[in-house]
């Protein structure tokens, strides 16, 4: 296997510090880093895999130090990566050539009355008119961050906060169709204790281009990551309760409702103790599913055959791909990390 260890950072007087480094071949004990690099792996199980990712991919740790990384998303504008560090209420920018900065702070929850929520942003996606939009666990809405993307303000306009008048638990993930409609996921994971709030249910929404609020899914325990197919006409929900480690498939109807809900996945059977719950995922042009899970992210067919994991041996929130699918982004407990696709 492959790899260089691309950038770490520092805490000193709240600054991060960033430096190219290679690996060295001394007799100094190997950093916790090192360790991991060499347990890194791409595990092969179907040769359909191959299309996308080598046996020997590189990998590469970017940067290390979050609390808890999540929602990676792309910005082609930027040349850059965004991400969450959910209990720091930070949302984080890496390129190749600045490296790690603080893009935006106070991103999950922006109010006093919002300061001791203990929930910051969790996913992240742009909309069709390249704006940032946020799952704030926090301010317990999917807001969308207003002005240039790049010089961020700080200033967000709502786009759902409740629904029948009760207020969402902690909108966790999204995406967006071709005609501006968004999917979201609303677990409790920002709320004390992870109890659901007065909404009483754990739901799945839908919220059409003029900001009108579905319920579209209410039996599933832990709904959290959520993707469209590439055709538009699946949509795939991650569940990550320990007991029932599931990914769901809907066929979605000319009105916007779901229909035929199975298990796509399920990730049970090949957990093997590995760390980790089925979270975010995102779907590569080609219709497979990569969908983190037990030991990191497992590429799975539109057919739900298991091709390939991403053995990132920690636990991974959410992936994401560059504009040219050239990477896998992967935000991975205290890290951000990439791995090299074909």
Known sequence: MRYRLLFFIAFS???????????????SPPTANDTLMEQLTVEIYDQAALALIDSNATFEILADGFSWS????????????????VPNNTIY???????????????GHTGAENKDSGGGPNGLMLDRQNRLLVCQHGDRRV????????????????????YNGKQFNSPNDLDMDSEGN????????????????????????????????????????????????????????????????????YTLASDGSLENG????????VADNRPGLPDGLKVHPSGM???????????????????????????????????????LYLTTSNLLMRVKLR
Request: aromatic fraction near 10%; glycine fraction near 8%.
């Open 262 to 269: 199975k298990i796509f996945f399920d990730f049970k059977p």
């Open 143 to 162: 807001a969308r961050l207003e002005g240039d993307v790049n010089n961020p303000q700080g200033a967000f306009t709502t786009i759902a906060g409740t």
């Open 13 to 27: 007087s709240g600054v991060f510090f960033s430096c190219n480094t290679s690996p060295q071949r001394t007799s």
């Open 93 to 107: 920018k890496w390129n190749e050539q600045e490296g790690l900065s603080v893009y935006l702070e106070s991103a």
């Open 289 to 327: 599913i990569f969908a983190t899970g037990p030991g990191g992210v497992h590429i799975i067919s539109p057919q739900g055959q298991q091709l390939a994991l991403v053995n990132t041996v920690k636990s991974t929130a959410n992936c994401a791909f560059d504009t040219n699918h050239e990477y």
């Open 182 to 249: 968004i999917y979201f996921t609303d677990p409790p994971y920002g709320l004390p204790q992870n109890k659901t709030g007065e909404m009483g249910i754990n739901g799945v929404f839908r919220v059409s281009p003029d900001h009108e609020v579905s319920l579209l899914v209410d039996t599933l325990s832990m709904p959290n990551g959520i993707a469209l197919s590439v055709d538009e006409k699946t949509l795939y929900i991650n569940q990550s309760n320990p007991d029932k480690p599931l990914l769901y498939s």
């Open 70 to 85: 999540e929602g990676p998303v792309w910005v082609e504008e930027l040349q850059s990566l965004l991400f969450s560090d």
